[in-house]
């Protein structure tokens, strides 16, 4: 198989696993999780960062090859994410931010106007910016406009993994958008990351299973290995789905004697 | 605002319990039916099934980790008559109050040993905690945390705002009980007697952007504390309802006899974590906060059946941290672990103690 790097926010990356950190049980898996699963991604919610902080501290244990995004979880509107963007930046030294602005408590969910002007201020100011939202055409043509490396559309509401719930709204991101699409949120299992590679993401993001499996670097692994094959597959052409049976032994013998 | 669905909800209390009445059996059908296992006594089988599902939606949408905090009385003075607090008005204690000097101390002392996150409270007095007193200590705090939460009597929409913009992230203020008529036995005098305004304090902290809100009733105040309960829950989700960009947290305070001057109606172990189960069943994403009123061996084992915020190196002594020379206590603390014993805790039931819940602005 050819080395398929594919290129994001102006670097070359081999694996199309991202990792986010926040629920994982303890910061000392993050290298072998990177080691193992060869992820070369990492997002870390600045509001999870205290670089002062006497106990484990996530600064300590993100080993120096991987590139880290970091989010603006909790914040409310553009003003917020930018403000959360910019000290994170400076505390973590990237220019990768993933915006991420929930409105919604109950179900995660992002504001998509106010991500589209965080977005475009941000991506002025020359940040590498990775917007999170919910799967929209429309804002997904926006947010190509205002600057994005990429767009995250959610697959199913965070941490719920249930799969691509929202399948069929992201298809028409992946056809119509020239730039990256990273489905994030939703994949729960190497299944749905698998699937998510046949139908053209150019990268997923997960934290959830990862995190809450017995063992989250055997996860990662999982996870790492369906991407790779669902990415194999995607890249040779997936043959469609029929509604009738097919023979596998081909009639054109027979056809030809008529 | 909230105190107008008051009516509608305890209606509905009594025909959940009407329905109850007709059937025993519990389905799923509505969001509300998980309720009616308040109402029914549960084998512990049934409590274990229940727990499971709690435990899984804990894990999927707060993943491994629990948030401490530690609070920090700042003064007890209080004209409030309330027959189960140790800081009555009704009790003749010696009061005392933190000087700013000393705040700083405590606060430096708390950051010290890590805590990222401070809770302060005082009395209901606002001669002697009055509301710049409040403001100030919010200024000193935001030296040190990156959250900053209170629980001082209910302040007017225009005082939570200034407080938000100098720093403030979050409200808790317990009804104590939704029960008007009870709430008015408990509360013989003072300016907390006014039902109303302290139970519409937590939509004017929300209009004045708080980040979070803590609400809870007093468990033990009422003998029908499935009502306190179930109220607070409905509480909880008007809140995510009609302010969905807030954090919400739950607390469930149980009462303790030595310091109530009321009858007190205890709340057992298992109705308590029962309690805990179904409300992570019903409000998936609302942090449910347990404090050091409760022992070690129920705080140790509630994590990742629900719970996701804990206080630990509790005082409830003014000041304690760095000024141990007071003794007049608001209740008693029944884990007295210091903040590495419980962390330990955490860490061997492969949860990840987190400190950080915000960003220090």
Same mark, same amino acid.
């Given at each position: 198989?050819?080395?398929?790097?594919?290129?994001?926010?102006?670097?070359?990356?081999?694996?199309?696993?991202?990792?986010?950190?926040?629920?994982?049980?303890?910061?000392?898996?993050?290298?072998?999780?990177?080691?193992?699963?060869?992820?070369? #991604?990492?997002?870390?919610?600045?509001?999870?960062?205290?670089?002062?902080?006497?106990?484990?501290?996530?600064?300590?244990?993100? /080993?120096?090859?991987?590139?880290?995004?970091?989010?603006?979880?909790?914040?409310?509107?553009?003003?917020?994410?930018?403000?959360?963007?910019?000290?994170?930046?400076?505390?973590?030294?990237?220019?990768?931010?993933?915006?991420?602005?929930?409105?919604?408590?109950?179900?995660?969910?992002?504001?998509?106007?106010?991500?589209?002007?965080?977005?475009?201020?941000?991506?002025?100011?020359?940040?590498?910016?990775?917007?999170?939202?919910?799967?929209?055409?429309?804002?997904?043509?926006?947010?190509?406009?205002?600057?994005?490396?990429?767009?995250?559309?959610?697959?199913?509401?965070?941490?719920?993994?249930?799969?691509?719930?929202?399948?069929?709204?992201?298809?028409?991101?992946?056809?119509?958008?020239?730039?990256?699409?990273?489905?994030?949120?939703?994949?729960?299992?190497?299944?749905?990351?698998?699937?998510?590679?046949?139908?053209?993401?150019?990268?997923?993001?997960?934290?959830?299973?990862?995190?809450?499996?017995?063992?989250?670097?055997?996860?990662?692994?999982?996870?790492?290995?369906?991407?790779?094959?669902?990415?194999?597959?995607?890249?040779?052409?997936?043959?469609?789905?029929?509604?009738?049976?097919?023979?596998?032994?081909?009639?054109?013998?027979?056809?030809?004697?008529? | 605002?909230?105190?107008?669905?008051?009516?509608?909800?305890?209606?509905?209390?009594?025909?959940?319990?009407?329905?109850?009445?007709?059937?025993?059996?519990?389905?799923?059908?509505?969001?509300?039916?998980?309720?009616?296992?308040?109402?029914?006594?549960?084998?512990?089988?049934?409590?274990?099934?229940?727990?499971?599902?709690?435990?899984?939606?804990?894990?999927?949408?707060?993943?491994?980790?629990?948030?401490?905090?530690?609070?920090?009385?700042?003064?007890?003075?209080?004209?409030?008559?309330?027959?189960?607090?140790?800081?009555?008005?009704?009790?003749?204690?010696?009061?005392?109050?933190?000087?700013?000097?000393?705040?700083?101390?405590?606060?430096?002392?708390?950051?010290?040993?890590?805590?990222?996150?401070?809770?302060?409270?005082?009395?209901?007095?606002?001669?002697?905690?009055?509301?710049?007193?409040?403001?100030?200590?919010?200024?000193?705090?935001?030296?040190?945390?990156?959250?900053?939460?209170?629980?001082?009597? /209910?302040?007017?929409?225009?005082?939570?705002?200034?407080?938000?913009?100098?720093?403030?992230?979050?409200?808790?203020?317990?009804?104590?009980?939704?029960?008007?008529?009870?709430?008015?036995?408990?509360?013989?005098?003072?300016?907390?007697?006014?039902?109303?305004?302290?139970?519409?304090?937590?939509?004017?902290?929300?209009?004045?952007?708080?980040?979070?809100?803590?609400?809870?009733?007093?468990?033990?105040?009422?003998?029908?504390?499935?009502?306190? #309960?179930?109220?607070?829950?409905?509480?909880?989700?008007?809140?995510?309802?009609?302010?969905?960009?807030?954090?919400?947290?739950?607390?469930?305070?149980?009462?303790?006899?030595?310091?109530?001057?009321?009858?007190?109606?205890?709340?057992?172990?298992?109705?308590?974590?029962?309690?805990?189960?179904?409300?992570?069943?019903?409000?998936?994403?609302?942090?449910?906060?347990?404090?050091?009123?409760?022992?070690?061996?129920?705080?140790?084992?509630?994590?990742?059946?629900?719970?996701?915020?804990?206080?630990?190196?509790?005082?409830?002594? #003014?000041?304690?941290?760095?000024?141990?020379?007071?003794?007049?206590?608001?209740?008693?603390?029944?884990?007295?672990?210091?903040?590495?014993?419980?962390?330990?805790?955490?860490?061997?039931?492969?949860?990840?103690?987190?400190?950080?819940?915000?960003?220090?602005?």
């Amino acid at each position: 198989m050819k080395k398929d790097f594919f290129e994001i926010g102006t670097k070359k990356l081999k694996s199309r696993l991202f990792i986010g950190t926040g629920k994982l049980p303890t910061y000392k898996l993050i290298p072998e999780i990177v080691k193992k699963a060869g992820v070369e #991604v990492l997002t870390v919610a600045v509001r999870r960062i205290d670089p002062d902080t006497r106990e484990e501290n996530i600064l300590n244990y993100i /080993p120096k090859n991987v590139t880290v995004m970091v989010n603006t979880s909790g914040s409310r509107n553009a003003k917020e994410a930018i403000k959360i963007a910019e000290i994170g930046s400076e505390i973590i030294e990237t220019d990768w931010i993933k915006i991420e602005i929930e409105v919604d408590y109950r179900y995660l969910l992002p504001d998509n106007e106010e991500t589209v002007k965080a977005t475009k201020y941000l991506s002025k100011k020359g940040y590498k910016v990775f917007p999170y939202i919910t799967p929209d055409l429309v804002t997904a043509r926006k947010l190509v406009d205002a600057g994005a490396c990429a767009v995250m559309p959610l697959g199913s509401f965070i941490g719920t993994n249930r799969g691509i719930t929202a399948k069929s709204l992201i298809e028409p991101i992946i056809k119509e958008i020239d730039i990256p699409v990273i489905i994030d949120a939703g994949i729960g299992r190497p299944s749905h990351a698998a699937e998510a590679m046949e139908m053209g993401a150019d990268a997923i993001l997960v934290n959830t299973a990862v995190a809450i499996a017995k063992d989250p670097v055997k996860m990662s692994i999982a996870l790492s290995e369906a991407v790779r094959a669902g990415r194999m597959a995607y890249e040779m052409g997936i043959l469609k789905e029929k509604e009738y049976a097919d023979p596998s032994s081909p009639v054109s013998d027979f056809l030809k004697k008529i | 605002m909230f105190f107008n669905e008051l009516k509608k909800l305890e209606k509905n209390f009594i025909r959940i319990k009407k329905e109850l009445k007709e059937s025993r059996y519990i389905t799923e059908n509505s969001e509300t039916d998980v309720l009616k296992f308040l109402l029914i006594d549960i084998s512990s089988q049934a409590l274990e099934k229940l727990s499971l599902k709690a435990r899984r939606i804990t894990d999927y949408f707060f993943g491994r980790t629990i948030l401490l905090y530690t609070p920090l009385y700042i003064s007890d003075y209080c004209r409030n008559g309330c027959l189960y607090c140790g800081f009555s008005a009704l009790n003749k204690i010696k009061r005392k109050k933190l000087s700013y000097r000393e705040i700083e101390k405590e606060m430096s002392e708390i950051r010290n040993k890590g805590f990222n996150t401070i809770l302060i409270l005082t009395g209901e007095d606002r001669y002697h905690s009055s509301f710049e007193y409040i403001l100030n200590t919010i200024k000193i705090a935001r030296k040190y945390f990156s959250e900053i939460l209170i629980e001082v009597y /209910p302040l007017n929409e225009d005082e939570y705002r200034k407080l938000v913009e100098n720093g403030l992230t979050g409200v808790t203020l317990y009804q104590e009980t939704y029960d008007k008529n009870l709430y008015k036995k408990v509360h013989l005098f003072g300016p907390k007697k006014d039902f109303r305004w302290r139970l519409d304090a937590i939509e004017r902290a929300l209009k004045s952007k708080v980040k979070e809100i803590n609400i809870g009733p007093l468990l033990g105040l009422n003998k029908n504390w499935q009502f306190d #309960v179930y109220m607070t829950l409905m509480h909880a989700r008007y809140i995510e309802k009609n302010y969905p960009d807030v954090e919400i947290s739950i607390s469930y305070p149980r009462i303790q006899r030595s310091f109530s001057k009321t009858k007190v109606y205890p709340v057992s172990d298992k109705d308590f974590v029962k309690t805990i189960i179904i409300t992570r069943i019903f409000l998936p994403r609302v942090q449910i906060n347990i404090s050091t009123r409760e022992p070690p061996y129920i705080r140790d084992n509630l994590i990742g059946f629900g719970v996701t915020k804990m206080s630990a190196e509790s005082k409830t002594v #003014v000041g304690g941290h760095y000024i141990t020379s007071n003794k007049e206590k608001q209740f008693e603390i029944n884990d007295n672990r210091t903040l590495e014993e419980i962390m330990s805790v955490i860490r061997t039931k492969n949860y990840r103690p987190e400190f950080n819940n915000w960003i220090k602005v």
